[in-house]
């Protein structure tokens, strides 16, 4: 995956409160919740409403049958809440259409957090899977899946799960020179992707001495931790 290139210095990130969770609604679109909306290179010309709708309670993305080129993105972006925390980004999605330029960058659909301890990001085509700069994995990405990337602040390490299945294990997250932030969709401009994503959420997770403050969340986060 060592040429899945994402262009974030460029990203324009948006304000959030510290400690807050984040949580799409799958009923608007993202620039209607705080995103931003960036597309560059081969797909700098197409506008939002070209790519993305939501309906029937999901973000469909819609690439197919646009152009090809060496490099591009469309994406989502926005500020992330917790950079100096421990994190869980899970999100449900399906890969329904794929058209490719090559298999130099086939990730038509990836997720990424940008924190001040490290970098994740999970590149997703039809048939592979691959964390940044690691070698793919073969999957189904046809099939309706969820994924789950959680940081880990004190040992800068981030663990990726699939369908509750851990895939990688204290993976060491790299450092980039780049904005704080989190990021979906499309990151390459070689590969032309449709999917569905059902569901995505960034949260925090606290340390056990973390104040009361956010005891009204733990509850909830233990329930996280168990799926």
Do not use: C
């Not at 960036?38 to 010309?45: E, W």
């Not at 790299?174 to 390459?188: C, E």
């Amino acid at each position: 995956m060592q040429k899945f290139h994402v262009v974030l210095s460029a990203l324009a990130l948006l304000g959030a409160t510290v400690g807050q969770a984040l949580t799409l609604d799958m009923t608007k679109l993202p620039t209607q919740q705080g995103w931003s909306y960036l597309a560059a290179g081969n797909r700098a010309g197409l506008q939002e409403s070209q790519v993305f709708d939501a309906s029937g309670g999901a973000l469909h993305q819609k690439l197919t049958g646009t152009a090809y080129g060496g490099s591009g993105y469309v994406l989502y972006s926005r500020a992330h809440p917790m950079p100096d925390s421990d994190f869980v980004l899970e999100a449900v999605a399906q890969i329904s259409a794929e058209e490719r330029m090559s298999n130099v960058s086939p990730y038509g659909l990836s997720f990424g957090v940008v924190t001040h301890y490290g970098y994740a990001l999970i590149g997703i085509a039809s048939d592979r899977w691959a964390l940044y700069n690691q070698n793919a994995v073969a999957f189904n990405g046809f099939d309706t899946h969820t994924y789950r990337l959680v940081g880990h602040q004190a040992t800068k390490t981030v663990d990726f799960w699939i369908d509750g299945v851990e895939q990688v294990k204290d993976f060491a997250m790299p450092q980039i020179d780049s904005d704080l932030g989190l990021f979906f969709a499309d990151a390459t401009g070689y590969t032309n992707t449709d999917a569905s994503l059902l569901s995505y959420s960034v949260n925090a997770v606290p340390e056990p001495a973390t104040s009361l403050l956010v005891l009204g969340v733990v509850p909830f986060l233990r329930r996280r931790k168990k799926a």
